[in-house]
Every structure is written in structure tokens, then in C-alpha cells.
């Protein structure tokens, strides 16, 4: 089975811009969630998707915001970027949510904001 | 809400020593507990996950970690540690019962010496 599959793995944006990052799941699974790594903060929650509803959200902004379209893929949108905003985006799917399942990771979207 | 904790930010083997790596964790409900490991320039791999029965439980690369309710504890273990296991650790847990989103800790970075 393929993985967990995240395009771009590196993009350079501009402060006040927007972007787009997307997420293709492992076949058959239906939960996506997304994360946001740096080195000061660690790994936080963004939100977590399933069958196409946002069913948590983490402590952020408005500007970030996702979706979930029917065959299980996911982007995330962050609108008027900041500096602060610089960070690898984790993407990572599972069967589901309440059940335990374990999640599995794509390899990250490497955001730079100038 | 509930929240994570790794209290060593590195920690430091000798090849063929046993290793630990510790978490604890607070959760208003069940907890589900996670270990994933990252190497460098790659995504999260899953190790093992606790979800209920047996307080040890195993999982890849001859790592375990042990539940320990009354301690709110999930360290992780291996008997022989191999230089190979030199990588970054998160712990992880999701509140099942209460908010369901999955949360990550800081991350101990294991440095294994030959």
C-alpha cells in the first residue's frame, strides 16, 4: 500500500500571502489530521477530519483551516501568513478515530515564511 | 484537556545497555497512549500503542512500554539499545470519552553510543 502522500514538501510563501497544503491518505482510511511542527513548540494539533467532518480542532487561529473532500483527501489552508507561521505541516491518516487506531505520517510540507 | 509529558529532552545509551524513554500523561477519560519515533528528515513511524488488556505491551523494532495506570505513566523500553535507535521519541495520547483529538509531547531526542 502506498503511504502517506503530502504535496509540496517545500514551499517559500510571503507574509500576507496564502496557502494550500493537500493530503492523500492511505487507501482505506478515512481520518486525517494535521499537525504543526517546530522546533520551540513541538507537535501540535490542527484538527482531525472523518468522512469529510471536522471532528476536533487544536488551539489556532482562524487563518488555519482545513477540509475533507469524499474520497478521504484533505488540505489545509492558511490564509494571511506570518513569520510565525514557518514550520513543517505533518499530515497523518488512520481507519479512524475513537477505535485506537494508530495514525500514520506523510513525510511533511516544509512551509517558509519571508 | 488533556496533555503529555516528556521530562528528558535527550537521553543518552551506551550500545547494548538498556534504554528508557519516559512519558506520563493526564486524561480526563480512557486514555489510548502512542509511541512514534522520527528520524531525521523523515516522517512519524508508529512503535506501539496501548488501548487496553495486557499493562505491556510490544511493539516494532523490540521496543515495549509499559502502562502503569496508578502512575499515569507509558515509559518506553528496550532491553538493547542499538546505535540505530539514535533518533527523536513522542509520546502521544488520546482522550477517548472526552475530546478524542490525539496529543503529542515534547519529544526526547535518544542518542546511542557505540
Known amino acids: 500500500k502506498a503511504g502517506v502522500t503530502q504535496t509540496p514538501r517545500y514551499l517559500i510563501k510571503t507574509r500576507g500571502q496564502q496557502v494550500t497544503l493537500s493530503c492523500s491518505p492511505i487507501s482505506g482510511h478515512r481520518s486525517v489530521s494535521w499537525y504543526q511542527q517546530t522546533p520551540g513548540q513541538g507537535l501540535q494539533f490542527l484538527f482531525e477530519?472523518?468522512?469529510?467532518?471536522?471532528?476536533n480542532k487544536g488551539n489556532f487561529p482562524g487563518r488555519f483551516s482545513g477540509r475533507q473532500f469524499s474520497n478521504s483527501r484533505s488540505e489545509m489552508n492558511v490564509s494571511t501568513l506570518e513569520l510565525g507561521d514557518s514550520a513543517l505541516y505533518l499530515c497523518a491518516s488512520s481507519l479512524g478515530t475513537e477505535q485506537g487506531y494508530e495514525q500514520y505520517f506523510g513525510p511533511g510540507t516544509r512551509l517558509t515564511v519571508t | 484537556a488533556q496533555s503529555v509529558a516528556q521530562p528528558e529532552d535527550q537521553v543518552n545509551v551506551a550500545e547494548g545497555n538498556p534504554l528508557t524513554v519516559k512519558c506520563t500523561y493526564s486524561?480526563?477519560?480512557?486514555?489510548?497512549l502512542f509511541w512514534y519515533v522520527q528520524y531525521p528528515n523523515r516522517g512519524l513511524q508508529f512503535l506501539l500503542k496501548?488501548?487496553?488488556?495486557?499493562?505491556l505491551v510490544k511493539g516494532s523494532y523490540g521496543f515495549e512500554a509499559e502502562f502503569n495506570k496508578s502512575q499515569t505513566s507509558f515509559h518506553l523500553k528496550k532491553p538493547s539499545a542499538l546505535v540505530s535507535d539514535s533518533a527523536l521519541y513522542f509520546c502521544?495520547?488520546?482522550?477517548?470519552?472526552?475530546?478524542?483529538?490525539?496529543?503529542f509531547g515534547a519529544g526526547t531526542r535518544l542518542t546511542v553510543k557505540p
Open positions: 496501548y488501548i487496553t488488556g495486557d499493562n
Open positions: 486524561v480526563s477519560g480512557n486514555p489510548y
Open positions: 502521544a495520547v488520546r482522550d477517548i470519552g472526552n475530546n478524542n483529538d490525539m496529543r
Open positions: 477530519y472523518f468522512s469529510e467532518t471536522q471532528r
